[in-house]
């Protein structure tokens, strides 16, 4: 799960990115003052959890679910800017317990949260396994993060019902991305290689929490009925589709300076990605034996990943890829042109599409 998110004119539309920030830094303040008074040593938790969330991202996932609610009719509220701030913790929490489960060492440049406490575990000199600390560590942060995500949903002050309408939206989402993710892990231990295992993976691991959920969120904010509703599940599936699929190209064939991870890091991890089961689909026969054989391999050095990355352009599953790209985007494009919303909005999500799918490699 590479995460370049796009920079964009539309996440700064309404100021949202810096009023995002500003929930995140009023909670997160908070939050290191309750830790800080129950035992010193939580300090460093409430620096690793600021320094992931406050950091790093473009707040891509708030202004879909804001711009899905000023679509839906309502009106500019800090409170609502608040309470979608809550989905920059559900990130954090995916990402943390992605880069643990993947053994990934760096997160946007920086020392991925269980390699930050394995770190630290060795320049204090304490006693037992330093990795197996980070690793606890990196559980918990995530399920901290996770905690937090609900607690910043109820505590910007939005009315008891109309949180009572977004509920179960938050909650599908959660569940989604975590189902998502042991099948990720599943595919990986089993070797599973098919287009359809790899879309239904990327859909729940990553594809709706990103676009789709974020912007039926927002429309249960704002109370939208159900043609609104319909129409963002039509733009936002495949737009979330094709959100992820440009991550799996980056995840191959990206620059580090932008994915803030190793070059070939999915290669490392095994990622049985819908670009890896299209080359697999359509490589010849020592293609196909040199994607099994390297492919998660824990010794692939430079010329493994070389390799891959040449069985993947021979296969045409790069340009087969980008194919699927453009369609999903046209899609997208084609439900949010008729749906039944605020024209700004509109205008908004337009551009936040073309920006979520033409992040360069």
């Not at 309502?74 to 979608?84: F, K």
């Not at 179960?168 to 993710?181: A, K, S, W, Y």
């Amino acid at each position: 799960m590479t995460e370049p998110s796009p920079t964009t004119a539309a996440t700064d539309r309404a100021q949202l990115r810096a009023r995002v920030d500003k929930a995140l830094a009023w909670f997160l303040a908070d939050r290191r003052e309750w830790m800080v008074a129950v035992d010193d040593a939580l300090a460093p938790v409430a620096d690793a959890v600021e320094a992931f969330v406050l950091r790093g991202g473009k707040r891509l996932r708030p202004a879909f679910g804001y711009w899905g609610y000023r679509g839906a009719g309502g009106a500019d509220s800090d409170q609502v800017v608040t309470a979608l701030a809550a989905l920059e913790f559900l990130q954090a929490s995916a990402l943390i317990h992605d880069d643990l489960i993947d053994r990934s060492d760096t997160r946007r440049g920086e020392p991925s949260v269980h390699r930050r406490f394995a770190g630290r575990h060795r320049a204090e000199g304490w006693s037992g396994d330093p990795d197996g600390f980070g690793e606890a560590a990196a559980v918990l942060l995530g399920d901290l993060c996770l905690v937090w995500s609900d607690e910043l949903l109820h505590a910007g002050g939005i009315d008891p019902a109309t949180l009572s309408r977004a509920r179960p939206v938050f909650d599908e989402m959660r569940t989604e991305v975590t189902i998502g993710q042991y099948l990720d892990v599943l595919t990986q231990v089993t070797g599973t290689t098919s287009v359809e295992r790899a879309g239904k993976v990327a859909r729940l691991k990553s594809a709706k929490y990103t676009v789709e959920r974020p912007l039926l969120l927002g429309a249960a904010l704002a109370g939208a009925g159900p043609e609104v509703v319909a129409a963002y599940s039509a733009y936002g599936l495949p737009l979330g589709e094709a959100f992820q699929l440009r991550d799996d190209l980056l995840g191959v064939f990206g620059d580090p300076e932008l994915t803030g991870k190793p070059a070939g890091d999915d290669l490392r991890e095994g990622k049985r990605t819908y670009l890896i089961a299209a080359a697999r689909e359509t490589a010849d026969a020592a293609g196909r034996r040199d994607l099994d054989r390297l492919l998660g391999a824990p010794d692939l050095d430079a010329a493994g990943i070389a390799r891959l990355r040449a069985v993947i352009m021979a296969s045409g599953a790069a340009e087969r890829t980008e194919r699927r790209i453009a369609t999903l985007l046209d899609g997208a494009l084609a439900a949010i042109d008729a749906a039944p919303i605020e024209l700004e909005a509109r205008a908004v999500l337009v551009e936040l599409a073309h920006a979520a799918t033409h992040r360069g490699l």
